[in-house]
């Protein structure tokens, strides 16, 4: 990890002090980087899990992560992102959407060196990180479920990549498609969970552990799933007193203020909806643990549970 992190400052940064501040805004910012230490893992399951081909899928992988953020963030407006200013704050919204550019573009370069099949891999990867981002925007389709259709958008924007990532680790080390396309379902099903999970932090925990304000998604009127199961209780008939004040909130009142919204916050902290997106969470963990049957017993199995419990577990 300390070896993918020294690549990838080399990839952010061009020698331009114009553009250097830009494009390694984030990742100087920090972050859990996942998605390598997933690409690491799994590469212990081919032969030569030290091939520099894994160190360099790594990289690509964080890149088009990071890429990825620059342009969530202009398109939600966040103001935070990592516990510092998102870039289309500090540079405004066309520099931080070219300087996203500019990683995709770094990442790409670096896959076109790993062969056809990756170039592959990657090409259509990124079409699902867009097509999830415009599903997203676009909204739903005439007679469209809302759940199915918010579980389709986390598949493409999030699980699209942890799976991408999952999938070059085996291949990049030697290892069979087979086994690729095994843990590839598996890094699907835990994108899925870690962003449900995401659901729930983006409500309970605080800004300092975050870097994120709570109820962000809120504020944008994005619904996730504790909002979503809030309005399907709601066409039920079975919602309670408690969540038809959250909707009235949410309907009716300005969450560009503050208050409003910490008090919208404080309201879902106590709401049921939040243990059971929780437990969706889990059950699209385990749906991923079902795929590890056919991956041999050992560490490295072993490892991957702890990876998934960690993706629903955490606090930020």
Known sequence: MERVESMLHD????GDLQIDPTTSHLAKAGGKR????LVFLTSELGPDPEAQAVYDSAVAVELTH?????????????PMRRGVESAQLAFGNTVA???????????STIVAGLGPRSVELHATMFERL???QLHETIGLAAGENPREHYISVLADKTGSLIAASARYGVLSSGGSEELAETVAQYGECVGVAFQLADDVIDI??????????????LREGVDTM?????????EAGTLDDLGREILDLLANSDLAVDENLAEVVNMLRRHSVLDQTQELAKQWMDKGLQSLK?????PVRDSLVQYAEYSINRSA
């Open 66 to 78: 990071l890429a990825s953020l620059y342009h969530d963030d202009v398109m939600d407006e966040a």
């Open 226 to 234: 504790p909002t979503l199961l809030l309005k399907e209780q709601a």
């Open 204 to 217: 309970m925990s605080e800004g300092d552990a975050t870097g994120k304000t709570p109820g962000t998604d």
């Open 130 to 132: 867009c097509t999830g």
């Open 11 to 14: 990839k952010v940064t061009m």
């Open 97 to 107: 959407i070219l300087a996203g550019d500019i990683l995709f573009s770094r990442a």
């Open 294 to 298: 056919d991956v041999p017993e050992g």
């Open 34 to 37: 996942l998605r390598p230490a």
